[in-house]
């Protein structure tokens, strides 16, 4: 079945350094990669999302990468600050109208 | 506030006991989605409408759990006959023609 794998699970920057998170995706079908952030008690919320057609897709501190091929994708953070900190999670689709799979998430934490 | 509302926020009840939550979409959009999210995972999706028309159901969902949405607006998740194993955030999320889902602040529900 559809699966999406997120690594690491946990991860600790110190302020202004930079955090990575990798998800694999096992239906080579999806075409549709969202990055959600979720702080505690709240919703997920969008940050960056990537479509297949693209390969790197940058906003900012945050930039997202596809590898189709390999189908992996990765979340990248820079000068990362205290309000960073969070709970990350990838997700693939195939698209709007169809289910999106989530990742088991990533709890970042940003020390100042 | 515009975004989408879930109702109740939280619910307590007991094993045996039946419950209904209610999700109101973003008002013009036309898709609407459940998902249910335990601690320390990503949410995990259990169906999709389009209109009134429900498009998917996850596997994983049992004969237990149905869903509505009568009139294309609102939608109601019914879990009948709680067990514990069923305590959980549900979510709801919406969208039309984009691809981001625009997620609810959820429903907690404890199943004592």
């Known amino acids: 079945g559809e699966n999406v794998e997120q690594h690491p699970s946990t991860l600790s920057v110190q302020e202004g350094d930079s955090a990575v998170i990798k998800c694999t995706y096992s239906?080579?079908?999806?075409?549709?990669f969202p990055w959600y952030k979720q702080e505690l008690g709240k919703r997920p919320q969008l940050i960056i999302d990537?479509?297949?057609?693209?390969g790197e897709k940058k906003d900012q501190r945050i930039a997202v990468t596809l590898n189709k091929t390999a189908k992996h994708f990765s979340l990248h953070i820079t000068e990362t600050q205290p309000e960073d900190s969070a709970v990350y999670f990838c997700a693939a689709s195939m698209g709007g109208g169809f289910k999106t799979i989530f990742g088991a998430g990533t709890r970042l934490f940003v020390k100042a | 506030d515009t975004g989408v509302s879930q109702n109740p926020r939280h619910k307590i009840t007991k094993r045996g006991q039946n419950v209904t939550f209610r999700c109101d979409p973003i008002?013009?959009?036309?898709?609407l989605y459940w998902y249910r999210q335990t601690l320390g995972q990503g949410p995990e999706f259990l169906t999709y409408f389009q209109n009134e028309a429900q498009l998917e159901k996850s596997r994983l969902l049992s004969d237990r759990f149905s869903a509505e949405r009568p009139k294309g607006s609102f939608s109601t998740l019914e879990i009948q006959r709680t067990e514990q194993g069923d305590s959980a955030m549900y979510l709801c999320?919406?969208?039309?023609?984009?691809?981001?889902?625009?997620f609810g602040p959820g429903t907690r529900l404890t199943v004592t």
């Open positions: 008002s013009e959009h036309n898709r």
């Open positions: 999320a919406s969208n039309r023609e984009s691809y981001e889902q625009y």
């Open positions: 990537i479509r297949s057609n693209v």
């Open positions: 239906d080579s079908a999806s075409n549709y």
